[in-house]
């Protein structure tokens, strides 16, 4: 994530009570590292259309995955959709920050109607909001177009960082508007900053859609933007807690806990946290 980010970030930041005890999982991590390379390719440029953008790249190709499109915006929302047939599934990978208009919509963190017109209080970043505003149109229809010409594949988001935020309001989106049903639609996040206040916390997960908020030790964007300014986080966090280890394992944690990354801190030097996940270095491009 951008340093000016965290800078900021580091500024408000608070810490909180602990919750609930955790539960440890290890049976998700394939899919966890198959869906991180897919987060990891949105940063690639060259050879992304073919597949051969290089580390990122080699395991989507080897599942022979099936690049369908890349999109961009004037706000730099940035990545591409792919059909993957090892998973059975319709991929839309979001890009994180990576350019000075992605700074600008990171810190503005003014809280927001999403869906808009809420009557539950749900609220988003307004940051993140605008900027998967000038993507929405072209993810349904393309996503609609994917769904009838493969019927019966799900629907799975992914990203990283600003990209994992994304992928949260796009899963709302394409459920809101019924491109594709709850129960189709899947979605691996990693480093994702909180989205929204606790009312869409609570209407996110009411929507049923499977989600795997994958966190890492010490990645300090997965703690920002601050609880005290009426940030939370949504369920299912999957926390790395040594991202070092092989094998890795992961904690489950159903609310934010302090055994999960709710126990991160924000320092600059625990930027490297958040640019590996599940041993997949994101962006490791040709």
């Known amino acids: 994530m951008i340093v000016s980010f965290l800078l900021f970030s580091l500024l408000i930041s608070a810490f909180v009570n602990a919750a609930p005890a955790a539960k440890r999982q290890t049976s998700l991590d394939a899919d966890f590292i198959h869906f991180a390379n897919f987060a990891g390719a949105s940063y690639c440029e060259n050879g992304l259309s073919s597949l051969t953008c290089g580390p990122s790249c080699n395991p989507l190709s080897a599942a022979q995955a099936q690049f369908v499109q890349s999109f961009d915006s004037a706000l730099e929302a940035q990545g591409f ?4 047939p090892s998973r059975n599934s319709i991929v839309v990978s979001y890009r994180g920050t990576s350019a000075i208009e992605n700074v600008l919509v990171d810190i503005d963190l003014i809280l927001s109607d999403f869906p808009p017109g809420s009557a539950q209080g749900a609220r988003a970043h307004s940051g993140f909001q605008r900027a998967y505003g000038t993507i929405a149109e072209t993810i349904r229809t393309s996503v609609g177009d994917l769904l ?26 394409l459920v809101d508007s ?11 996040s990693y480093g994702q900053p909180r989205v929204g206040n606790q009312a869409f916390a609570n209407f996110y997960d009411s929507l049923g859609v499977r989600t795997f908020r ?15 300014i009426g940030y939370r986080h949504h369920a299912q966090e999957f926390f790395v807690d040594d991202p070092e280890a092989q094998p890795t394992t992961t904690i489950s944690c159903t ?30 491009c040709a």
């Open 148 to 173: 009838q010409q493969n019927p019966g594949m799900t629907v799975t988001l992914t990203g990283h960082s600003l990209g994992a935020a994304m992928a949260i309001l796009s899963a709302v989106d």
């Open 255 to 284: 609310t934010e806990s302090r055994s999960c990354a709710k126990a991160n801190f924000v320092s600059l030097t625990n930027v490297g946290r958040h640019l590996s996940y599940m041993g997949v270095a994101i962006g490791d």
């Open 214 to 228: 994958v966190t890492n030790r010490q990645d300090p964007v997965a703690i920002i933007p601050p609880r005290i």
């Open 81 to 84: 959709i792919a059909v993957d």
């Open 178 to 188: 019924g491109v594709v049903p709850a129960q189709a639609v899947q979605v691996f």
